[in-house]
């Protein structure tokens, strides 16, 4: 067994010194992007959430299912840690609550808005058969992400069909976007970086 001396005490407090100087200026920095994310919770890398909104709603596929003169509320709230992203369709209220967060893909951002509007659009189907007919055929309109079988993928680890489902269009949609496929977007695809920008009048 090693003998600690002196020297391997002071070692490790300067690595553990440095670690937690590492830490607090990454979250010091993290707080810097937050205020920024808050006081504009709609625009995410660039793209306009409440726009996402409409035009997912507008899709052949949703808009029978969808009242387009009130459509739900998007509530979108941020974390500071990393980690994916959660969504609710509080389908009896019109409402959606996204909370995303930190660095969180926006690929995958997409996709969870759009599956919480499939929610709103099939309120009786949840993770159904229909659900991820809707899902599924949306996401080829607006994206071009299409699964021609989805009853065949592999659940594993996602528990549920749909998300199984989500994983598959969150790669498809990423590179599509890696690709410069959807010009629509104007983004920043740096995995370390999250862009704010000013939206255009």
């Given at each position: 067994?090693?003998?600690?001396?002196?020297?391997?005490?002071?070692?490790?407090?300067?690595?553990?010194?440095?670690?937690?100087?590492?830490?607090?200026?990454?979250?010091?920095?993290?707080?810097?992007?937050?205020?920024?994310?808050?006081?504009?919770?709609?625009?995410?890398?660039?793209?306009?959430?409440?726009?996402?909104?409409?035009?997912?709603?507008?899709?052949?596929?949703?808009?029978?299912?969808?009242?387009?003169?009130?459509?739900?509320?998007?509530?979108?709230?941020?974390?500071?840690?990393?980690?994916?992203?959660?969504?609710?369709?509080?389908?009896?209220?019109?409402?959606?609550?996204?909370?995303?967060?930190?660095?969180?893909?926006?690929?995958?951002?997409?996709?969870?808005?759009?599956?919480?509007?499939?929610?709103?659009?099939?309120?009786?189907?949840?993770?159904?058969?229909?659900?991820?007919?809707?899902?599924?055929?949306?996401?080829?309109?607006?994206?071009?992400?299409?699964?021609?079988?989805?009853?065949?993928?592999?659940?594993?680890?996602?528990?549920?069909?749909?998300?199984?489902?989500?994983?598959?269009?969150r790669t498809q949609l990423a590179v599509r976007l890696a690709l410069d496929e959807l010009p629509e977007y104007r983004l920043d695809l740096r995995p370390d970086d999250v862009t704010i920008t000013k939206e255009t009048?």
């Open positions: 067994m090693e003998d600690y001396t002196e020297d391997h005490y002071s070692k490790f407090k300067q690595e553990n010194d440095a670690y937690i100087a590492q830490a607090k200026k990454t979250m010091a920095e993290r707080r810097k992007i937050l205020v920024v994310q808050r006081k504009t919770p709609f625009l995410y890398r660039g793209v306009d959430l409440k726009s996402e909104l409409k035009r997912y709603a507008r899709t052949e596929e949703l808009r029978p299912h969808l009242d387009l003169r009130s459509l739900p509320k998007l509530r979108v709230m941020y974390s500071q840690y990393e980690g994916g992203t959660k969504g609710v369709a509080f389908t009896c209220e019109n409402r959606i609550v996204l909370t995303i967060g930190f660095h969180a893909p926006l690929p995958s951002v997409l996709v969870l808005l759009l599956h919480e509007l499939v929610h709103i659009a099939c309120p009786r189907n949840h993770h159904g058969t229909l659900f991820i007919k809707r899902l599924n055929h949306a996401a080829r309109e607006l994206w071009g992400a299409y699964i021609e079988s989805p009853y065949d993928i592999e659940i594993g680890e996602h528990g549920l069909r749909a998300y199984a489902v989500d994983a598959n269009l009048p």
